[in-house]
């Protein structure tokens, strides 16, 4: 029957599936076994799978990655943690050229199935070493892919299917999102009794006629937040579409939207400069034209670095509010 | 129990010159410093837990001796880096409670203006570089720092703090090799409180019997090893490292043993999981820093317990002072989150007006 | 009186001006000093100016270039060079982190006065590991100016500017075009007989009126040759214009040339998902959306790591003849 | 000069149990492997200078024995990985000279299919995982290679090599700790040449008398250092290690003294500048490891002049083979640019066709 669970909850049904499904698969992190992870996401894991499948690291991100992937080029599916996805950027050599490349140079003979998953978002007052949202510059790099789930059963449908690509994916989650509730579907109400999304699919999480408010991540809530005011307050009807997956990317659903809407607004956390509201932006204006009753427009975080001031980094990332007023200036 | 700790404090280290040298304002002036750390974070915690701050919380408590003792030596050329841990460093180089407590609250009194908060303090005027999050991200920093003055020709070192966690980041590594190579005066400090969050350096850190302080060896790098209890065995120790700096331009890396009483962070359920009630326990009763300084003083005969009352009583004062400060201070407008970025555009100079800096709003 | 001289002077030119110019400025990097330079950038440097000025780095990229950060804070200005600007991967945090938020995270109380230069192209079969281009990655992150100079004039004007200027540069050149001709003033021809080009300002290079042809760095040589072939075969006269500096970027003189053309076409050698370009088309689009008659295309190197192999890599990146194809569907 | 030579050869690693054991045929089969390691770089060198290239050519030449004595030793559940100077580990562990040559020339038929080049050699079915240009950047999937081994019950190792330039990069330092704190059965070889480019080991590297390989002691590794120009003393050093991981599933730290006789690349300027024609010639003449083997053998009454004669020849027709083949091969198609990308893609399964993968063209 259909339950409502928490982001965190439905993160950790899919591992523990996994970790069921192929004895292949190992969670590796600081901090993911004996202390249950810092945020919680593995706990209980190590309990019940041993050592052996549960594994805390030492705090060396560029060598457990590094590590994973050459485990991975063995039949190994490591799925790594990182506390906090801002420290990627210790091990960005790892995963942007031994996780990316290894597979091209070698013609094929060799493929990376890793995952890398942690929180990319700023807003919990943690400053600007620790809010860094690096999808856009992932996503840059052919070889990768990257997901951004915006809600506990997607949380839950994209880890798994995550898990068992066969290509690196970059999975990226939110603190903030972690105590989320939301409904998510029991196995034994899905065929196959395992609950997966496929990758490289958007959802239109609300339906709409009059703007596409398009984004990926937590933007996703904040834009079905200012959905909502924007009908209550302005009779506007904001179609919602959360990307999912930014790369493989469904632009079949975004192109869809806003031939049907005519408008558009990008939403997302990260800085502004080759966001990925960019990307979506250049392909509206390549494949959708025509069709464009307005400008797309972007809304992104403030262009700093986060503030770590409570009140002031909440103005820094994009609100409801921020959305219903850019949102009006095109409808 | 005073009096035991006492008499463990009637060490070799009272008398190595360095020690000798203090006067009995200097030492009670550590004291000082001390307990006003402790109670600084005492109070920050109480008003962590009053809901007055966002994010992290890492607090110092069990661990004064080190930071005190270490810079308590320092001079007009020496310079201080630390990681998130990093009231103690702030208030022992001289920045006051004030600015650090308004810091933690998020507001524009604090002295990174709020941007920075409990992990990124920083105070160039006092030589005092940060306050970094990533763990060994501050240790090309600190080389770098060294660099600068040994480039300078100024007779200084540089202090450079990590956690014993830290010391596997690749980054510490390539620094203490340029150090090494290059002949700079740094000294790399490992504060081992024996945990990286939940993680025991047993479990963190392959090492030899010597200790994590022995990776210095593989660069042919000077170091040492030693006890941190005492302010006199922490400043007998640092001190060589400082003279062999100012004296041959040469780093060196120090491991202190000490402890931490709170979680790793205010944010840590398990700080009693991963450890036992009584090892903490243990710690306070045998090695707490201020317990032992102030019996090793009043062996001395330079302090009463009125004295001491009256260190706490002021000290207790001050912070609450802070936190005073800190309620009533305003938070920054939403127009500073585009200061402070590009020192061009800052200092509205030709090339802060050249082209466009921010991309949103 | 003007001079024809190749890149690779030009910018050694600059840097040798420079450490006459400040006594703090000390260039730093692997085989800059007693090799020469890899690629001969610095070639004499050392024996001019001595041990304490040019330095010899261990491949130790964090390591150096982080000291080179710590070190600036005190006043001394590092020109720090990668030898292929791919390495910055294994540096990566110090840029990203340590460069860029320092200042902030202190309220403004330091600057960090580094300049990191090197080659980040491809094009020279060496490889995906060698060949990143990583300018819209580092743009990406406020606190960071990024430059990418296309000209042996614009190399010097550039690389004298950003050892000036008291923030980061990320200074981005091309193996490509290390030995490119071009005029370069000599001092005595420039008031105050310094030759410096600002940062965020543009530059166009051909004049025309039906397109406008966007790029940075190696790519705005292949729109000028691109540009010939569409006057020569097809009469349609394109404007070419260099952003040279990314970040800051000089909106207005691309906004200025849109405006007149109507047209545009942005061309770079990064890779397409969120790239530079990407950037450009979504201020076009939010700035400039009544002005188009055509829809902004973006080309880019093939969407795959560098081709080893020399005749396959040589498609993979934007070639005159992609740009005039590319242009002929929209004029 | 070989007289010379034989007699060092005369070695107490002649009788290793695990030289002892190796039949004529074995013996014949190293001097072979090594003169076809030798001929296809001269034979790569000549083609490069021909203009049948692009990018970088890293030469072995002068550490044959290395990567051949090392590799002689492993079994089906052992693996290789290095860095861009890769040719002879590829033809060590039976790479042909046929794919090898033809990646050179960018060819399809190339064993990456023109996608890798020079650095980037793979041979999986061979347990060979690269060819990895970044330096240090292979030694975290060295580690990883080993725990996968150790993570499927198999009884095998990892030999990773590495430059002596490339123990700077943190990344290894990283792999080091986690080899040993894990017991990963992984085999760190340090290929000494004495030079990373054009910096000398004494420029690049702080490290204690002993060597670079005793960075181990820092993480508790076990490590040695020996010379590399006798295939016995590779083989008896190196096999040690090899046990090590077999039966104790622990890693080791090696440095192999080696040299190497062309420039750090083919692009090399500065060859004989950074290091003079008297110390290449020196080495040459006395510590060639291919007239060292040959002279072994020769006293061993294993070979004639003849069998050399006949190897050399058999080399050379096998090499300019390779060069004949890498001629006549065509170029890959621009189609194969969006291949080998996603497997995912390229095995066109439901997630290689669900949603956008490439964005140009
Ligand atoms: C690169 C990086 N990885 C992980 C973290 C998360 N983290 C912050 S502190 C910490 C533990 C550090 O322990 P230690 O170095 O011993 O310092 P201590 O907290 O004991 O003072 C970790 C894992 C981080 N900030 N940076
Ligand atoms: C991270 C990184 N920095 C710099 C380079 C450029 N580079 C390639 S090889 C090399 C020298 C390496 O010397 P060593 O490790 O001794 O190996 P050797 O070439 O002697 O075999 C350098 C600096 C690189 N490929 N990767
Ligand atoms: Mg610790
Ligand atoms: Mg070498």
């Given at each position: 029957?259909?339950?409502?669970?928490?982001?965190?909850?439905?993160?950790?049904?899919?591992?523990?599936?996994?970790?069921?499904?192929?004895?292949?698969?190992?969670?590796?992190?600081?901090?993911?076994?004996?202390?249950?992870?810092?945020?919680?996401?593995?706990?209980?894991?190590?309990?019940?799978?041993?050592?052996?499948?549960?594994?805390?690291a030492?705090?060396?991100?560029?060598?457990?990655?590094?590590m994973?992937?050459?485990?991975?080029?063995?039949?190994?599916r490591?799925?790594?943690?990182?506390?906090?996805y801002?420290?990627?950027y210790?091990?960005f050599?790892?995963?942007?050229?031994?996780?990316?490349t290894?597979r091209?140079?070698?013609?094929?003979?060799?493929n990376?199935?890793i995952?890398v998953?942690?929180?990319?978002?700023?807003?919990t007052?943690?400053g600007?070493?620790?809010?860094?949202?690096?999808?856009?510059?992932?996503?840059?790099?052919?070889?990768?892919?990257?997901?951004?789930?915006?809600?506990?059963?997607?949380a839950?449908?994209?880890?798994?299917?995550?898990?068992r690509?066969?290509?690196?994916?970059?999975?990226?989650?939110?603190?903030?999102l972690?105590g989320?509730?939301?409904?998510v579907?029991?196995?034994?109400?899905?065929?196959?009794?395992?609950?997966?999304?496929?990758?490289?699919?958007?959802?239109?999480?609300?339906?709409?006629?009059?703007?596409?408010?398009?984004?990926?991540g937590?933007?996703?809530?904040?834009?079905?937040?200012?959905a909502?005011?924007?009908e209550?307050?302005h009779?506007?009807?904001?179609?919602?579409?959360d990307?999912?997956?930014?790369?493989?990317?469904?632009?079949?659903?975004?192109?869809?939207s806003?031939?049907?809407?005519?408008?558009?607004?990008y939403?997302?956390?990260?800085?502004p400069?080759c966001?990925?509201g960019?990307?979506?932006?250049s392909?509206l204006?390549?494949?959708?034209f025509?069709?464009?009753?307005?400008?797309?427009?972007?809304?992104?975080?403030?262009?700093?670095?986060?503030?770590?001031?409570?009140?002031?980094?909440e103005?820094q990332?994009?609100?409801?509010?921020?959305?219903?007023?850019?949102?009006?200036?095109?409808? | 129990?005073?009096?035991?700790?006492?008499?463990?404090a009637?060490?070799?280290?009272?008398?190595?010159?360095?020690?000798?040298?203090?006067?009995?304002?200097?030492?009670?002036?550590?004291?000082?410093?001390?307990?006003?750390i402790?109670?600084?974070e005492?109070?920050?915690?109480r008003?962590?837990?009053?809901?007055?701050?966002g994010?992290?919380?890492?607090?110092?408590?069990?661990?004064?001796?080190?930071?005190?003792?270490?810079?308590?030596?320092?001079?007009?050329?020496?310079?201080?880096?630390?990681?998130?841990?990093?009231?103690?460093?702030?208030?022992?180089?001289?920045?006051?409670?004030?600015?650090?407590?308004?810091?933690?609250?998020?507001?524009?009194?604090?002295?990174?203006?709020?941007?920075?908060?409990?992990?990124?303090?920083?105070a160039?005027?006092?030589?005092?570089w940060?306050?970094?999050g990533?763990?060994?991200?501050?240790?090309?920093l600190?080389?770098?720092?060294?660099?600068?003055?040994?480039?300078?020709?100024?007779?200084g070192?540089?202090l450079?703090?990590l956690?014993?966690?830290?010391?596997?980041?690749?980054?510490?590594?390539?620094?203490l090799?340029?150090?090494?190579?290059?002949?700079l005066?740094?000294?790399?400090?490992?504060?081992?409180?024996?945990?990286?969050?939940?993680?025991?350096?047993?479990?963190?850190?392959?090492?030899?019997?010597?200790?994590?302080?022995?990776?210095?060896e593989?660069?042919?790098?000077?170091?040492d090893?030693?006890?941190?209890?005492?302010?006199?065995?922490?400043r007998?120790?640092v001190?060589?490292?400082v003279?062999?700096?100012?004296?041959?331009s040469?780093?060196?890396?120090?491991?202190?043993?000490?402890?931490?009483y709170?979680?790793?962070?205010?944010?840590?359920?398990?700080?009693?999981?991963?450890?036992?009630?009584?090892?903490?326990?243990?710690?306070?009763?045998?090695?707490?820093p201020?317990e032992?300084w102030?019996?090793?003083?009043?062996?001395?005969?330079?302090?009463?317990?009125?004295?001491?009352?009256?260190?706490?009583?002021?000290?207790?004062?001050?912070a609450?002072?802070?936190?005073?400060?800190?309620?009533?201070?305003?938070?920054?407008?939403?127009?500073?989150?585009?200061?402070?970025v590009?020192?061009?555009?800052?200092?509205?100079?030709?090339?802060?007006?050249?082209g466009?800096?921010f991309f949103?709003p």
């Open positions: 029957m259909p339950r409502t669970i928490i982001y965190r909850e439905a993160l950790k049904e899919g591992l523990d599936e996994e970790l069921a499904h192929d004895e292949n698969v190992v969670i590796i992190g600081e901090e993911v076994a004996e202390y249950n992870g810092a945020y919680k996401v593995t706990e209980g894991l190590w309990d019940k799978w041993g050592d052996k499948r549960v594994v805390d030492p705090i060396s991100e560029a060598g457990f990655i590094g994973g992937i050459g485990a991975s080029m063995l039949g190994i490591p799925v790594m943690e990182l506390m906090f801002s420290f990627a210790v091990a050599d790892q995963m942007m050229n031994n996780a990316a290894c091209y140079m070698s013609g094929g003979l060799i990376v199935p995952v998953r942690g929180p990319a978002n700023g807003g007052n943690v600007a070493t620790h809010s860094h949202t690096p999808e856009n510059i992932f996503a840059n790099m052919p070889g990768l892919k990257v997901v951004s789930p915006s809600t506990p059963a997607d839950k449908g994209l880890i798994k299917t995550s898990i690509d066969n290509d690196p994916v970059y999975f990226m989650e939110s603190t903030v972690y989320m509730k939301g409904e579907p029991s196995n034994d109400e899905v065929e196959g009794g395992d609950f997966l999304i496929p990758l490289g699919s958007a959802e239109v999480k609300r339906e709409g006629s009059d703007v596409s408010l398009i984004a990926h937590r933007a996703v809530i904040t834009a079905l937040e200012a909502e005011e924007l209550a307050k009779d506007i009807k904001a179609e919602v579409v990307l999912r997956s930014i790369r493989p990317l469904d632009e079949t659903t975004i192109l869809e806003v031939r049907k809407t005519h408008r558009a607004v939403i997302e956390e990260n800085k400069f966001g990925v960019a990307q979506i932006s392909l204006m390549e494949r959708a025509d069709d464009l009753d307005a400008p797309v427009l972007r809304i992104t975080s403030w262009d700093a670095p986060a503030f770590y001031s409570p009140p002031v980094e103005v990332i994009p609100r409801p509010d921020d959305i219903v007023k850019k949102t009006l200036t095109i409808c | 129990m005073a009096a035991a700790t006492a008499s463990n009637l060490s070799p280290f009272a008398d190595a010159p360095i020690n000798a040298s203090l006067t009995a304002e200097d030492k009670i002036e550590i004291l000082r410093k001390m307990v006003r402790r109670l600084f005492t109070t920050s915690l008003e962590y837990q009053g809901g007055n701050m994010g992290f919380l890492h607090l110092y408590i069990g661990q004064e001796s080190v930071a005190v003792g270490s810079i308590s030596l320092l001079g007009k050329n020496d310079h201080v880096i630390t990681a998130y841990r990093d009231h103690a460093h702030a208030l022992a180089v001289g920045m006051g409670m004030n600015e650090c407590m308004a810091e933690l609250f998020g507001k524009a009194t604090g002295c990174s203006k709020g941007k920075g908060g409990s992990m990124h303090y920083f160039p005027d006092k030589n005092y940060g306050g970094h990533i763990v060994g991200g501050q240790t090309p600190g080389a770098g720092l060294a660099y600068a003055l040994k480039y300078q020709g100024k007779k070192c540089c450079c703090y956690g014993d966690g830290a010391i596997n980041q690749g980054a510490f590594h390539e620094s090799n340029l150090a090494e190579l290059w002949d005066p740094v000294v790399y400090i490992i504060e081992n409180n024996g945990y990286s969050m939940g993680t025991s350096q047993k479990r963190s850190s392959a090492h030899p019997e010597e200790g994590l302080a022995a990776r210095a593989g660069y042919g790098m000077a170091w090893k030693f006890d941190g209890t005492s302010v006199y065995e922490v007998a120790g001190q060589k490292a003279e062999r700096a100012h004296e041959e040469r780093p060196s890396l120090l491991e202190i043993m000490t402890y931490r709170e979680g790793h962070s205010v944010a840590d359920a398990n700080k009693e999981k991963y450890r036992t009630k009584d090892e903490i326990q243990k710690q306070k009763n045998e090695k707490d201020i032992f102030k019996a090793t003083l009043a062996d001395e005969g330079i302090i009463t317990e009125e004295d001491v009352k009256t260190i706490n009583k002021e000290a207790r004062k001050e609450n002072a802070a936190a005073e400060f800190a309620h009533n201070s305003p938070y920054p407008e939403p127009s500073a989150i585009l200061e402070d590009y020192w061009e555009v800052d200092n509205n100079t030709p090339a802060g007006r050249s466009r800096h949103y």
